[in-house]
């Protein structure tokens, strides 16, 4: 296997490129796949500072070193999210990444901050744990990114979680996150901008990236996830690429430079962007008085905290 | 030849010499879903490996629905 720029031995074949890279070569190319992302999406200006989401994955790890590889600065932000061994073995990748790399990161734990987790926020509310989870990082990150003065949060949402989101949201015509999945959403009523750099890489590829850089990264999956509607889109997709490389960003893209306007569009002027007023307690932007994260606070606060089961 | 799996972590026997698609077949692996690690890098599909190998093989899907 050579290398397709430079002939020398190969290291990772990139089947959706059909080509083969040397180590070089193939940082070289998710560095340029993400200037390119950036550029065409108009994600980061000269100048402007940018809030990355950590996990302590490898989506995010790897965005946030190429952000910095790029010349942006980039601060990170991780959220203890309170799910047993992987919440605090995540933390520690992105904690001792900020640490190696002498880059600011800021932490919020959920339990010691808000005295909650997700599991027992999962429980208490009667949501699935990822719906728990995920309004508590929107919220937590819009509200870093205002109280820090970002322009931007960054998040490693790569080619393989678009594809499977947009997959998910087709199967079932929901019109309204089809007029909303884009890579880039610009900032209004006192959100900020938000931006997934890593659209163009598949997650291979960001696996690959931190391999290659020697950036260690929580492998183990989040137990919250297994049987989640997302991995089952995922795996569906993963067959169709496996027969016919290239499917996924064909799709994803199609949609993007075909489709999401058509969406966006069928969305009635002034709909969803009907005046926001400020929740009651925590005054982030909110259409009810009391916003939907400190609902869920108020919600866990006197629930009985859920035990995890032990690792395998 | 020594073969780490994750998810959850654990360690099994591949008779070498083998090639890495060979191997991922025998623990039911396609190469797109895993990396192959030595070291700090990365094996290509076609090589080879030796029985005195170490490897890791490493799945690449992430499941959060984030
Ligand atoms: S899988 Fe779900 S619960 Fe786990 S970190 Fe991701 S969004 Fe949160
Ligand atoms: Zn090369
Ligand atoms: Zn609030």
């Known amino acids: 296997m050579k290398c397709r720029v430079c002939r020398g031995p190969a290291i990772i074949d990139v089947r959706r490129h059909n080509a083969n890279f040397c180590r070089e070569h193939f940082l070289r190319l998710c560095r340029d796949q993400v200037a390119k992302a950036i550029a065409d999406f108009d994600m980061i200006r000269p100048g402007e500072r940018v809030l990355v989401a950590v996990s302590g994955g490898k989506d995010s790890l790897a965005l946030w070193d190429l952000l910095l590889d790029l010349g942006y600065e980039a601060d990170g932000l991780v959220i203890g999210l309170g799910i047993g061994e992987y919440s605090d073995e995540s933390t520690s990748y992105a904690v001792a990444y900020a640490e190696a790399k002498g880059v600011a990161l800021q932490r919020i734990d959920l339990r010691d901050d808000y005295g909650f987790d997700v599991p027992t926020a999962a429980h208490a509310s009667r949501r699935v744990p990822c719906s728990a989870c995920g309004l508590t990082k929107r919220h937590l990150f819009d509200q870093a990114a205002r109280d820090g003065g970002y322009d931007v949060v960054v998040t490693g949402h790569n080619l393989d979680d678009e594809a499977a989101v947009l997959f998910g949201n087709v199967l079932r015509w929901q019109n309204d996150y089809l007029a909303r999945q884009l890579p880039v959403l610009p900032a209004g009523d006192g959100f900020p901008r938000k931006a997934k750099p890593l659209v163009r890489l598949a997650e291979r590829?960001?696996?690959?990236?931190?391999?290659?850089?020697?950036?260690?990264?929580?492998?183990?999956?989040?137990?919250?996830?297994?049987?989640?509607?997302?991995?089952?889109?995922?795996?569906?997709?993963?067959?169709?690429?496996?027969?016919?490389?290239?499917?996924?960003?064909?799709?994803?893209?199609?949609?993007?430079?075909?489709?999401?306007?058509?969406?966006?569009?069928?969305?009635?002027?002034?709909?969803?962007?009907?005046?926001?007023?400020?929740?009651?307690?925590?005054?982030?932007?909110?259409?009810?008085e009391i916003c939907t994260f400190c609902r869920l606070v108020e919600q866990a606060a006197g629930a009985e905290p859920v035990a995890l089961r032990p690792r395998r | 030849m020594k073969v780490l799996l994750r998810n959850p972590r654990r360690e099994v026997e591949v008779a070498g010499p083998i090639s890495i698609v060979a191997m991922l077949d025998r623990l039911g692996y396609h190469r797109d879903q895993v990396l192959v690690i030595r070291g700090d890098t990365l094996i290509p599909g076609d090589a080879m490996l030796r029985d005195e190998d170490q490897v890791e093989v490493r799945p690449v899907i992430s499941g959060g629905a984030l």
């Open chain 1, 205 to 288: 590829e960001t696996a690959a990236y931190c391999v290659l850089q020697g950036l260690d990264y929580v492998v183990e999956e989040c137990p919250m996830a297994a049987g989640n509607r997302h991995l089952g889109y995922k795996e569906a997709l993963d067959g169709v690429e496996r027969s016919s490389p290239g499917t996924k960003h064909a799709f994803y893209f199609g949609f993007l430079d075909r489709a999401a306007e058509l969406f966006a569009s069928g969305v009635a002027e002034g709909e969803g962007k009907a005046d926001l007023g400020r929740c009651e307690r925590c005054g982030s932007p909110s259409a009810t």
